[in-house]
């Protein structure tokens, strides 16, 4: 659920690009015929990027200090605190401002998988991404990500998670 970073990491390519990066969480499945093959490709790159991050030896220690049946949502809480990091130390340059708007953009125009369809809506109105930059923000949303997941004690790991 790392929206900024994947932004970030992408934003010289095309809209369609973008777009496929920022709602990848939300698609399921390795068929993406229904996309258009340029918003396909930054669904694959999402996917890559989590991948490669999420086999990284310092992120595989860091989930391995949440407990064994919640180190799934530890993964989610980690990539939203490393966005809160990039919206911290980006906060009010010309290219990141120029970035979240133009991934505003995209997300008010555009129909959201879905799985984000009633999130997307309120991502844009409430700037989240910008808002990021706020760690009790940062925390409030980590929460709110545990409060829908299912599972057990799925919102008990997110407090351990941001806490410990």
């Known amino acids: ?3 900024l970073a994947h932004a970030w990491l992408v ?3 095309s809209d ?9 969480d939300g698609v399921k499945g390795r068929d993406l ?15 890559r990027v ?4 999420d086999s990284h030896p310092s992120v ?4 391995r200090r949440a407990p064994a049946g919640q180190r799934r949502y530890a993964g989610i809480a980690l990539d939203m605190v490393w966005d809160h990091f ?4 980006t906060a009010g340059q010309a290219d990141q401002e120029a970035l979240v708007e133009r991934c505003y953009r995209l997300l008010a125009a555009r129909t959201a998988p879905n799985r984000l369809a009633g999130m997307m809506p309120i991502l844009v109105e409430h700037d989240w991404l910008r808002s990021y930059a ?3 923000f940062t925390c409030r949303a980590v929460a709110g990500i545990g409060q829908r997941l299912s599972g057990p004690q799925s919102v008990g790991c997110f407090s351990t998670v941001v806490a410990g």
């Open 33 to 47: 015929t229904a996309w258009p093959a340029a918003t396909a490709l930054g669904i694959r790159h999402h996917r």
């Open 60 to 63: 595989v220690n860091a989930r």
């Open 134 to 136: 706020d760690f009790a």
């Open 1 to 3: 659920m790392n929206f």
């Open 86 to 89: 990039l919206a911290r130390d």
């Open 11 to 13: 934003s010289g390519g």
């Open 16 to 24: 369609d690009f973008l777009y496929g990066n920022l709602i990848a």
């Open 50 to 53: 989590d991948a490669w991050v």
